[in-house]
């Protein structure tokens, strides 16, 4: 079964507006965190947000907010009031814990367009 | 000046050739990786060190070998490429003492092999 999940592979918004991207995972580990990486067409990635397993308030930065329901085991990002520079696409991942040497597990990306 | 370099940033070689990709990081971090990026795979873990005497394979490390020189430098080899190693690589570097021990990426070398 995969570790993390990103069940669109495209989305659209309209600029300034709102959008949720969607990311479900997988694991038995109660320590785990949740990362959010935006890669530009340019290539490089980019850290946007973390959310850990036993945090109680959902993650914020800045225009980035993660809504966090750990009982449906799901972290979605929400991007408020999008920008063109928002077009990218962006990556889910998941750290566990010792067993599984706090490697990083990513999702397959969601490409975000941004219109105009 | 960036923080993580990777050398060379892009690279075209022929099947069968030897090659390296180089990392270096002036974070003073700890802990390096290699991915590796195909389209629609998202991004995928090579090798990882946490500090020069250890080296762990990831989920993709057949064809790959890895070399941690000092803390700061990280080299992945292909020591007989073939054309499905064509990808986008990614060093990257964390630090166990930062509180969300977040992954910094370098640019990316991107390696097409004929």
């Known amino acids: 079964a995969q570790k993390i999940t990103q069940t669109q592979p495209g989305m659209f918004v309209q600029e300034k507006e709102a959008v949720t991207l969607d990311c479900t995972y997988d694991?038995?580990?109660?320590?785990?965190?949740l990362f959010w990486y935006k890669q530009p067409s340019s290539g490089e990635m980019i850290f946007l947000i973390y959310?850990?397993?036993?945090?109680?308030q959902n993650a914020t930065e800045g225009r980035y907010s993660l809504n966090f329901q750990k009982a449906r085991k799901s972290a979605n990002l929400v991007i408020s009031a999008s920008q063109l520079g928002d077009s990218a696409m962006y990556f889910c991942?998941?750290?566990?814990?010792?067993?599984?040497?706090?490697?990083?597990?990513f999702g397959k990306g969601t490409l975000l367009t941004v219109n105009p | 000046d960036a923080d993580v370099t990777q050398t060379p940033r892009n690279r075209i070689t022929k099947t069968g050739k030897r090659i390296m990709l180089e990392c270096s990081q002036t974070?003073?971090?700890?802990?390096m990786y290699w991915y590796r990026q195909d389209p629609g795979l998202g991004l995928q873990l090579i090798y990882y060190s946490f500090d020069v005497k250890d080296i762990n394979k990831g989920e993709i490390s057949d064809g790959y070998s890895v070399s941690r020189q000092a803390q700061a430098k990280f080299s992945l080899s292909l020591e007989s490429a073939i054309p499905n190693q064509t990808a986008l690589y990614f060093c990257?570097?964390?630090?166990?003492?930062?509180?969300?021990?977040?992954?910094?990426f370098g640019p990316g070398t991107r390696l097409t092999v004929l």
């Open positions: 694991t038995s580990d109660p320590s785990y965190g």
């Open positions: 974070k003073g971090h700890d802990r």
């Open positions: 990257a570097t964390s630090d166990q003492g930062r509180p969300y021990n977040e992954q910094f």
């Open positions: 991942a998941m750290r566990e814990g010792p067993r599984s040497n706090y490697k990083l597990t």
């Open positions: 959310q850990g397993s036993y945090d109680q």
